[in-house]
């Protein structure tokens, strides 16, 4: 992998219908219905919405056989309307619907934590190698079976894997964590070779960007260590609604195709599923526009890995780097002061001088032509002034540079003063991988000068910036980089809103959390309850308890799992009934959904966990 240079991983090809998968086809983009695969009018309409909004895949749950046979009518009816996209089945628990639904989509997604194992029921036992091996040829005689019927009817496979549905096999030899990931992918497609069987797709799926990122580079490691190269669904599971799904979505989606890694994505919201489309496009257009870019020349570094969930060591100045939380710069030069108080930056770009409205309790930076000292005031030099830094008595000086700036002088100087604060810009098509030079040559030069990132925007749409955004920070953030991010966008989105995004952008990446955070799944066939009405009543009732993580779940297949690190969870149980969790214990079952809500708050009270709003 080159970390500087964009390019895309090279794939094998994996037939799906009429749109084949990877090799030298585009990033496909896709969706999952919402409706209830048994009722055929409304999935072939909800479908044909997916289609028409650009999705080149649409993928529907198959719970049962009755479900899985029922494909057969929709897919009937979507053909009669004159559409030939490719469908996917949805399948967990039960290899008797993947069979069934096998005969006629294209394509059916399995899990191989439940695709024979059934539901998880860890409880820490360990397993013998005879024990181990015993579980294995269960799963070899269970999958052959279908893959034989894939033959026989051309249809793809997509071993998915979800970070919170692993079998108890797995988990008693990996534990919860991204290597047992690889590891129960990797068994399931070693089985597939061994059956000479080759039109597959992979998953890693987590709503934790941190695992799901490592997971996805840790497979491609063992893909290629193995002479496999299967093509790659990104997406993070239970992103949410609103910015923050989209947010979440870009850091981990964004974060892979940066790398060159993905051959399709889905955007996970807890919204209708044509919503989720153009978001996935925007993605991959944001993502294509580096395509060729103008070589960056750097060299990674020896100490640095890839699968390191470990921040780059720096100094502390102020109440930047070390073990500080990263702050948020806001751009505030064209002397606007108006602040959401939930999302108060830490410190306010100003520009030439400070003017007199501005707040006196937040730091700001100031150019160092106009800066006259005074508390909570700090300078801000550049290339051409630089030289200026050693005479400046600040306790804390900002130095904004880009790579190309970066020369043998000021590496001098950052290895001489410990005050400075680099504020790292780019103009580069692929300002991610010239991001990354910057930090990795102050790496091989032993400088542990604390990095700010800052990324210039021209967008009036809040949905645009979000993405961009996501992607950009996102990715430098997975890396382990960044003490700080600052965002300056040039169009006409407030700037206050621009905060709350740099923010969510730093809790997506899981390095500072500054709100309640939801873990809730995208609507899908098995869903138990209306999930946006749903989510928007417990936002309503939670949303100030920034300390907690609330998971909202549709219904039990990946709920308990996928919201491993929830402090609650809200999880559907049955029509019309839910179940309410404390961490990963079902602590309330089958309660009526109408008054779910005010149960799950009154478990937070009782846990001593509430605050009342202010």
Same mark, same amino acid.
């Given at each position: 992998?080159?970390?500087?240079?964009?390019?895309?991983?090279?794939?094998?090809?994996t037939?799906?219908?009429?749109?084949?998968?990877?090799?030298?086809?585009?990033?496909?983009?896709?969706?999952?219905?919402?409706t209830?695969?048994?009722?055929?009018?409304?999935?072939?309409? !909800?479908?044909i919405?997916?289609? $028409?909004?650009?999705?080149?895949?649409?993928?529907?749950?198959?719970?049962?056989?009755?479900?899985?046979?029922?494909?057969?009518?929709?897919?009937?009816?979507?053909?009669?309307?004159?559409?030939?996209?490719?469908?996917?089945?949805?399948?967990?628990?039960?290899?008797?619907?993947?069979?069934?639904?096998?005969?006629?989509?294209?394509?059916?997604?399995i899990?191989?934590?439940?695709? *024979?194992?059934?539901v998880?029921?860890? #409880?820490?036992?360990?397993?013998?190698?005879?024990?181990?091996?015993?579980?294995?040829?269960?799963?070899?005689?269970?999958?052959?079976?279908?893959l034989?019927?894939?033959?026989?009817h051309?249809?793809?496979?997509?071993?998915?894997?979800?970070?919170?549905?692993?079998? #108890?096999?797995?988990?008693?030899?990996?534990?919860?964590?991204?290597?047992?990931?690889?590891?129960?992918?990797?068994?399931?497609?070693?089985? +597939?070779?061994?059956?000479?069987? =080759?039109?597959?797709?992979?998953?890693?799926?987590?709503?934790n960007?941190?695992?799901?990122?490592?997971?996805?580079?840790?497979?491609?490691?063992?893909?290629?260590?193995?002479?496999?190269?299967?093509?790659?669904?990104?997406?993070?599971?239970?992103?949410?609604?609103?910015? #923050?799904?989209?947010?979440?979505?870009? *850091?981990?989606?964004?974060?892979?195709?940066?790398?060159?890694?993905?051959?399709?994505?889905?955007?996970?919201?807890?919204?209708?599923p044509?919503?989720?489309?153009?978001v996935?496009a925007?993605?991959?257009?944001?993502?294509?526009?580096?395509?060729?870019?103008?070589?960056i020349?750097?060299?990674?570094?020896?100490?640095y890995?890839?699968?390191?969930?470990?921040?780059?060591?720096?100094?502390?100045?102020?109440?930047?780097g070390?073990? !500080?939380?990263?702050?948020?710069?806001?751009?505030?030069?064209?002397?606007?002061?108006?602040?959401?108080?939930?999302?108060?930056?830490?410190?306010?770009? @100003?520009?030439?001088?400070?003017?007199?409205?501005?707040?006196?309790?937040?730091?700001?930076?100031?150019?160092?032509?106009?800066?006259?000292?005074g508390?909570?005031?700090?300078?801000?030099?550049?290339?051409?002034?630089?030289? $200026?830094?050693?005479?400046?008595?600040?306790?804390?000086?900002?130095?904004?540079l880009?790579?190309?700036?970066l020369?043998?002088?000021?590496?001098?100087?950052l290895?001489?003063?410990?005050?400075i604060?680099?504020?790292?810009?780019t103009?580069?098509?692929?300002?991610?991988g010239? !991001?990354?030079?910057?930090? =990795?040559?102050?790496?091989?030069?032993?400088?542990?000068?604390?990095? @700010?990132?800052k990324?210039?925007?021209q967008?009036?749409?809040a949905?645009?910036?979000?993405?961009?955004?996501?992607?950009?920070?996102?990715? @430098?953030?997975?890396?382990?980089?960044g003490?700080?991010i600052?965002?300056?966008?040039?169009?006409?989105?407030?700037?206050?809103?621009?905060?709350?995004?740099?923010?969510?952008?730093?809790q997506?990446?899981?390095?500072?959390?500054?709100?309640?955070?939801?873990?809730?799944?995208?609507s +899908?066939?098995r869903?138990?309850?209306?999930?946006?009405?749903?989510?928007?009543r417990?936002?309503?009732?939670?949303?100030h308890?920034? =300390?907690?993580k609330?998971?909202?779940?549709? +219904?039990?297949?990946?709920?308990?799992?996928e919201?491993?690190d929830?402090?609650?969870?809200?999880?559907?149980?049955?029509?019309?009934?839910?179940?309410?969790?404390?961490?990963?214990?079902?602590?309330?079952?089958?309660?009526?959904?109408? +008054?779910?809500?005010?149960?799950?708050? !009154?478990?937070i009270?009782?846990?001593?966990?509430?605050?009342?709003?202010?």
């Amino acid at each position: 992998m080159d970390f500087f240079n964009y390019k895309r991983r090279i794939s094998s090809e994996t037939k799906i219908g009429d749109t084949p998968l990877g090799g030298n086809n585009p990033i496909r983009i896709q969706s999952m219905t919402s409706t209830n695969t048994n009722d055929t009018k409304a999935s072939a309409e !909800q479908s044909i919405r997916i289609i $028409e909004a650009g999705g080149e895949y649409v993928r529907l749950t198959a719970q049962g056989v009755r479900e899985g046979e029922n494909l057969k009518n929709i897919k009937e009816e979507i053909r009669k309307r004159g559409y030939n996209t490719p469908l996917i089945a949805d399948i967990h628990f039960n290899p008797r619907a993947a069979e069934a639904a096998a005969k006629y989509v294209e394509k059916v997604r399995i899990n191989p934590g439940n695709f *024979v194992d059934g539901v998880k029921r860890f #409880d820490g036992k360990d397993l013998t190698d005879e024990e181990y091996a015993e579980e294995l040829n269960k799963i070899r005689t269970k999958l052959t079976s279908f893959l034989n019927i894939c033959k026989e009817h051309g249809t793809a496979v997509r071993i998915g894997v979800n970070h919170g549905s692993l079998s #108890d096999r797995i988990m008693s030899r990996y534990g919860d964590t991204p290597e047992g990931m690889v590891e129960s992918c990797m068994e399931f497609l070693r089985i +597939c070779i061994e059956q000479d069987f =080759h039109d597959i797709a992979i998953s890693m799926k987590a709503s934790n960007t941190v695992v799901m990122t490592k997971a996805v580079r840790l497979l491609v490691q063992k893909m290629d260590e193995e002479g496999l190269a299967f093509p790659l669904h990104l997406g993070v599971t239970e992103a949410g609604d609103g910015e #923050d799904g989209r947010i979440k979505s870009a *850091v981990g989606i964004g974060a892979l195709l940066s790398d060159g890694l993905g051959d399709t994505i889905r955007v996970s919201l807890s919204e209708d599923p044509e919503i989720e489309i153009p978001v996935a496009a925007k993605m991959v257009d944001y993502i294509n526009r580096r395509t060729n870019h103008s070589r960056i020349e750097a060299v990674a570094n020896a100490d640095y890995s890839q699968f390191s969930t470990l921040r780059r060591k720096t100094y502390s100045v102020g109440n930047i780097g070390g073990d !500080q939380l990263p702050v948020v710069i806001s751009d505030r030069k064209t002397g606007n002061f108006e602040f959401d108080v939930h999302f108060l930056p830490d410190y306010i770009y @100003v520009g030439k001088e400070l003017a007199s409205s501005a707040p006196k309790s937040v730091s700001a930076i100031v150019d160092f032509e106009g800066w006259k000292g005074g508390q909570n005031t700090y300078p801000l030099f550049d290339k051409t002034n630089y030289t $200026e830094i050693k005479g400046n008595s600040s306790g804390l000086k900002f130095l904004e540079l880009s790579y190309p700036e970066l020369s043998e002088d000021i590496i001098s100087l950052l290895k001489t003063d410990s005050s400075i604060v680099l504020i790292v810009t780019t103009n580069h098509a692929n300002g991610v991988g010239e !991001q990354r030079a910057f930090v =990795h040559t102050l790496m091989n030069n032993g400088c542990e000068t604390p990095v @700010v990132f800052k990324r210039n925007y021209q967008e009036n749409e809040a949905e645009d910036i979000q993405v961009k955004a996501g992607i950009d920070f996102g990715t @430098v953030l997975l890396d382990g980089f960044g003490n700080g991010i600052m965002i300056e966008n040039e169009g006409n989105i407030p700037q206050k809103r621009i905060d709350a995004y740099s923010f969510g952008i730093l809790q997506a990446a899981r390095v500072r959390t500054s709100k309640t955070e939801y873990i809730s799944c995208p609507s +899908c066939g098995r869903t138990l309850f209306d999930l946006q009405s749903t989510v928007a009543r417990i936002k309503e009732a939670t949303s100030h308890l920034k =300390h907690l993580k609330i998971g909202i779940m549709g +219904c039990i297949v990946n709920g308990p799992g996928e919201m491993a690190d929830a402090d609650y969870g809200y999880v559907g149980a049955e029509k019309g009934k839910v179940s309410l969790y404390k961490k990963q214990e079902c602590i309330e079952k089958n309660i009526p959904s109408d +008054c779910a809500v005010e149960r799950l708050v !009154q478990l937070i009270k009782d846990n001593n966990d509430w605050v009342d709003p202010k």
